[in-house]
């Protein structure tokens, strides 16, 4: 399989955003009575994507700051999990704005996004008009997983891993993998206790075909992509990683050019005690499974946006008056480092309500539960933002 590795100047990463913004500052300028004729598509670059879409600059604008994170976690995390080699071409991205539009492309009725062989593409049907981000993150793994070269995953895995990274948890600068949303955790329970989920080793079996054949009804869609979402948490995540290594060299396998089912037998010696491992990690599996990543993830955002302040000389005296200022679209930013500011309340509906934030010297930290804390904090260089991390001290 090959891996994902720009081969290309780093520059776009930069130029394209502004081209984005100042599109937004032009149209904003000339506005003027409303009309029903569509916006003209623009196309724009990122290290990873073309991106060709008629939505408004602003949402515009926040489409090529996800899809160029994304494009560098995508990267990043599947070279982990052991896909090698590199892209040497960006991927087509077709955002539409109108429903008519987007099923023009051919995509299936009833979808907010797919990948089509050829392109990705995504309509606006998501909170605030843009698209749902979690199913373009979905079909966008597929995307990337069609570029290699090599063999193919099965449809657990291909499946699996595109709803994992679909839960991910856009941060700015950073995406969150791993998180357990608490509505998928009680639906996986309920499959599992009333028998909903297929036996294992037939499940893990079916190919593409056989999947797409089978997943005909609503119900029947959801028990498979909760299933294969499960399993390849579990492999990544249960017992510290333990089954981390089956996934991996699983992946580097079928990259190898051997089949699915020689690559599994090479690395699970015992189907039913795999099954039944992971039947118990779920059926066990508290309420508010993840919450140290949803935590993670929100000191991140914010503290992407206070560094960025930061870098821009925009100082605040309390957490609160920070706050305000990003809730209202007044934080300042370096040029060509603007987020969207939808990524505010993301933040603080990833955390209890009544969580205690404070401002830092160089971050935020976040305390819940009276006894955890996470102290984000940020680096600048040459007048930008280039590293948030968090921290949980002990």
């Not at 009725?109 to 909170?127: C, E, H, I, Q, Y």
């Not at 609503?218 to 492999?235: F, G, I, M, P, R």
């Not at 290594?245 to 992946?251: A, Y």
């Amino acid at each position: 399989m090959t891996a994902i590795e720009p081969s290309y100047d780093e520059s776009v990463r930069s130029a394209t955003l502004a081209v984005v913004l100042v599109a937004w500052a032009v149209a904003a300028a000339a506005a003027g009575p409303a009309s029903d004729r569509a916006p003209a598509v623009r196309t724009y670059e990122t290290p990873y994507y073309l991106i060709h879409t008629d939505m408004e600059p602003p949402l515009a604008a926040e489409a090529v700051v996800r899809a160029k994170v994304m494009g560098d976690v995508f990267r990043k995390r599947t070279r982990e999990l052991g896909f090698g080699g590199r892209i040497d071409r960006r991927l087509p991205f077709h955002l539409m704005r109108r429903r008519e539009d987007y099923l023009a492309t051919g995509a299936p009725a009833g979808s907010a996004g797919a990948f089509l062989g050829d392109r990705l593409v995504a309509a606006a049907t998501g909170n605030g008009g843009g698209p749902a981000w979690h199913v373009v993150q979905h079909e966008a793994f597929h995307q990337f997983a069609a570029a290699h070269r090599g063999g193919e995953l099965p449809a657990w895995a291909n499946e699996g891993l595109a709803e994992y990274f679909g839960e991910a948890l856009f941060t700015g600068d950073d995406f969150v993998t791993g998180v357990i949303p608490a509505w998928r955790l009680a639906r996986v329970k309920r499959s599992l206790e009333s028998g909903t989920f297929r036996p294992l080793p037939q499940f893990l079996a079916m190919t593409q075909d056989e999947w797409n054949e089978k997943v005909t009804a609503d119900e029947a869609l959801k028990a498979h992509y909760d299933q294969a979402w499960s399993v390849v948490q579990y492999l990544l995540h249960a017992n510290n990683g333990k089954h981390r290594g089956v996934l991996v060299e699983f992946i580097k396998s079928i990259g190898a050019g051997n089949s699915a089912s020689d690559a599994w037998r090479e690395q699970v010696l015992d189907t039913a005690e795999l099954e039944a491992g992971w039947r118990r990690y779920w059926i066990d599996m508290p309420d508010g499974a993840t919450p140290d990543l949803y935590a993670t993830a929100a000191v991140q955002t914010l503290t992407s946006l206070r560094g960025r302040a930061a870098a821009a000389g925009q100082s605040f005296k309390s957490f609160d008056e920070f706050l305000d200022a990003a809730r209202t679209g007044r934080v300042k930013f370096p040029k060509d480092q603007w987020l969207p500011p939808s990524l505010v309340a993301a933040a603080l509906e990833w955390t209890p309500k009544d969580a205690r934030w404070e401002l830092t010297d160089n971050g935020v930290e976040l305390e819940m539960f009276g006894t955890r804390r996470f102290v984000g904090s940020y680096n600048i260089e040459s007048g930008r933002v280039m590293r948030v991390h968090v921290v949980e001290p002990r």
